[in-house]
């Protein structure tokens, strides 16, 4: 009886340092088993005390007066599947006749508290169906991306949501974005490793870092074209304005719209194009966006004209062509000038990571997420990376980014040089490629003279 006792005692203390120093390695040996049993032993209580029932049928009732039987308890959704995940569990649930979704994602707070869980997250598969995702720990204090994920042409996978699910980025489904930050944000981490994924991808990548370059000229050799000033950067997306108008050519001489030619193999855009003859996709990358809306004499305010309107010539037009746009900057609003709005509207996936104040937040999601903006806001600064996103639906999540440094970044593109595209029409800007870099050592500011 001791030696079981000394047993257990271990197990539970194992159990207690797991849970304090490895939340994940916990949730799978023992979480798992605890948290199933608890959720299907409170069930029917906790649905009861969250108003997730609904009263029996009228014909049991019947049959329970016919029978002078006691009336039949009120009915909770119906448990469909319940599946362990390395993060949580998924409880699939279906609902009753008179349930709503909304009441079920409306009570998640009180679910989360009744089942002892981490998060929990509802949506709607169906009609008459919802997925009750449940987090066993904080997934996002520490990014773990998980080692199989789906990564297909145009759809790589960026962040980890707050769920345990994968966030990707989906080119096909959203074709531009727009991704908002403060400085020290986690802003250039999430660029760095949307980077690195897509240099996995055939795609050309083609950037406009007016940093001086110092954020995408390291990642030079997987890039087609790079341009580091706002004047390179007009005659780039003027040449990618080019580009676009030759491709939409290539698909109308090869639309194929005989008689014989079924409607779904009619080309409207690169993808319904043989793929001997399809042009290889353009992803454009813009950093800090506002270095190129902003100006000071009249003839930076012509170049500021053209930048803008060759961003949204493509953003309305690239689409089709293959061309697709990822805007990144501190603030994105209408004090950046005209066409900035008219811009912004067509970048349907939005990423606010740390903002430093509410109008930040509002130019992401004030006119597709309301809900998210005070999510935005209230991102803590110790927590870089994490970020809220949305979309055109209205829904919208919290994902932290996995840390990417600038030599995993380098390596990968580097790794993957050889899938760089040649594009004719841009080759007057591909970036220089050095064999070797060397730190450029700042001089010391020289003493003035001393007065007599």
Same mark, same amino acid.
């Given at each position: 009886?001791? &030696?079981?006792?000394?047993?257990?005692?271990?197990?539970?203390?194992?159990?207690?340092?797991?849970?304090?120093?490895?939340?994940?390695?916990?949730?799978?040996?023992?979480?798992?088993?605890?948290?199933?049993?608890?959720?299907?032993?409170?069930?029917?209580?906790?649905?009861?005390?969250?108003?997730?029932?609904?009263?029996?049928?009228?014909? &049991?009732?019947?049959?329970?007066?016919?029978?002078?039987?006691?009336?039949?308890?009120?009915?909770?959704?119906?448990?469909?599947?319940?599946?362990?995940?390395?993060?949580?569990?998924?409880?699939?649930?279906?609902?009753?006749?008179?349930?709503?979704?909304?009441?079920?994602?409306?009570?998640?707070?009180?679910?989360?508290?009744? %089942?002892?869980?981490?998060?929990?997250?509802?949506?709607?598969?169906?009609?008459?169906?919802?997925?009750?995702?449940?987090?066993?720990?904080?997934?996002?204090?520490?990014?773990?991306?998980?080692?199989?994920?789906?990564?297909?042409?145009?759809?790589?996978?960026?962040?980890?949501?707050?769920?345990?699910? /994968?966030?990707?980025?989906?080119?096909?489904?959203?074709?531009?974005?727009?991704?908002?930050?403060?400085?020290?944000?986690?802003?250039?981490?999430?660029?760095?490793?949307?980077?690195?994924?897509?240099?996995?991808?055939?795609?050309?990548?083609?950037?406009?870092?007016?940093?001086?370059?110092?954020?995408? %000229?390291?990642?030079?050799?997987?890039?087609?074209?790079?341009?580091?000033?706002?004047?390179?950067?007009?005659?780039?997306?003027?040449?990618?304005?080019?580009?676009?108008?030759?491709?939409?050519?290539?698909?109308?001489?090869?639309?194929?719209?005989?008689?014989?030619?079924?409607?779904?193999?009619?080309?409207?855009?690169?993808?319904?194009?043989?793929?001997?003859?399809?042009?290889?996709?353009? /992803?454009?990358?813009?950093?800090?966006?506002?270095?190129?809306?902003?100006?000071?004499?009249?003839?930076?305010?012509?170049? &500021?004209?053209?930048?803008?309107?060759?961003?949204?010539?493509?953003?309305?037009?690239?689409?089709?062509?293959?061309?697709?746009?990822?805007?990144?900057?501190?603030?994105?609003?209408?004090?950046?000038?005209?066409?900035?709005?008219?811009?912004?509207?067509?970048?349907?996936? &939005?990423?606010?990571?740390?903002?430093?104040?509410?109008?930040?937040?509002?130019? +992401? %999601?004030?006119?597709?997420?309301?809900?998210?903006?005070?999510?935005?806001?209230?991102?803590?600064?110790?927590?870089?990376?994490?970020?809220?996103?949305?979309?055109?639906?209205?829904?919208?999540?919290?994902?932290?980014?996995?840390?990417?440094?600038?030599?995993?970044?380098?390596?990968?593109?580097?790794?993957? +040089?050889?899938?760089?595209?040649?594009?004719?029409?841009?080759? +007057? %800007?591909?970036?220089?490629?050095?064999?070797?870099?060397?730190?450029?050592?700042?001089?010391?500011?020289?003493?003035?003279? +001393?007065?007599?």
């Amino acid at each position: 009886m001791s &030696r079981l006792f000394v047993v257990l005692v271990l197990v539970v203390a194992a159990a207690g340092l797991l849970r304090w120093r490895r939340p994940a390695w916990y949730w799978l040996t023992f979480g798992i088993a605890l948290a199933t049993l608890r959720v299907l032993v409170r069930y029917a209580s906790v649905m009861e005390a969250c108003g997730l029932t609904v009263p029996p049928p009228r014909w &049991r009732l019947a049959l329970a007066r016919m029978a002078n039987r006691p009336a039949p308890a009120s009915r909770a959704p119906r448990i469909l599947r319940l599946r362990p995940t390395r993060t949580g569990l998924v409880l699939r649930l279906g609902l009753r006749p008179g349930q709503d979704a909304f009441d079920v994602a409306a009570s998640c707070d009180r679910l989360r508290h009744s %089942f002892a869980m981490y998060g929990v997250t509802s949506r709607e598969i169906r009609s008459g169906v919802v997925e009750l995702r449940m987090t066993g720990y904080d997934v996002l204090a520490q990014v773990q991306m998980p080692v199989k994920v789906d990564r297909t042409p145009m759809r790589v996978p960026v962040a980890l949501r707050e769920d345990g699910a /994968v966030h990707y980025r989906d080119y096909r489904t959203c074709p531009h974005a727009l991704t908002v930050g403060a400085t020290k944000s986690g802003k250039s981490v999430y660029q760095r490793n949307l980077v690195a994924e897509l240099a996995t991808q055939d795609v050309a990548l083609v950037g406009i870092d007016c940093k001086q370059g110092v954020e995408l %000229f390291p990642l030079a050799r997987r890039f087609s074209a790079l341009a580091d000033n706002p004047d390179t950067a007009a005659d780039l997306l003027d040449a990618l304005v080019t580009h676009m108008e030759g491709v939409y050519q290539l698909i109308r001489a090869n639309q194929r719209i005989t008689a014989d030619i079924p409607d779904a193999e009619i080309a409207a855009d690169i993808w319904d194009l043989p793929e001997t003859l399809r042009p290889t996709p353009i /992803v454009l990358l813009v950093d800090e966006v506002a270095e190129l809306a902003l100006f000071a004499t009249k003839e930076e305010e012509k170049r &500021r004209d053209r930048i803008i309107t060759a961003l949204a010539r493509l953003a309305q037009l690239g689409r089709a062509a293959g061309i697709y746009l990822e805007i990144c900057g501190q603030r994105f609003g209408s004090e950046l000038g005209k066409g900035i709005t008219m811009l912004r509207a067509q970048l349907t996936a &939005r990423t606010a990571h740390r903002v430093n104040d509410e109008t930040s937040a509002n130019m +992401a %999601f004030g006119d597709i997420a309301p809900d998210a903006v005070l999510a935005a806001i209230s991102i803590p600064t110790d927590t870089p990376g994490l970020a809220v996103t949305g979309d055109s639906t209205g829904g919208w999540a919290r994902i932290r980014t996995p840390h990417t440094s600038m030599r995993q970044a380098v390596n990968a593109c580097n790794r993957h +040089a050889h899938r760089t595209a040649e594009l004719p029409g841009l080759a +007057a %800007f591909r970036p220089e490629l050095p064999p070797t870099v060397s730190l450029v050592k700042i001089p010391a500011p020289t003493e003035a003279p +001393a007065s007599a």
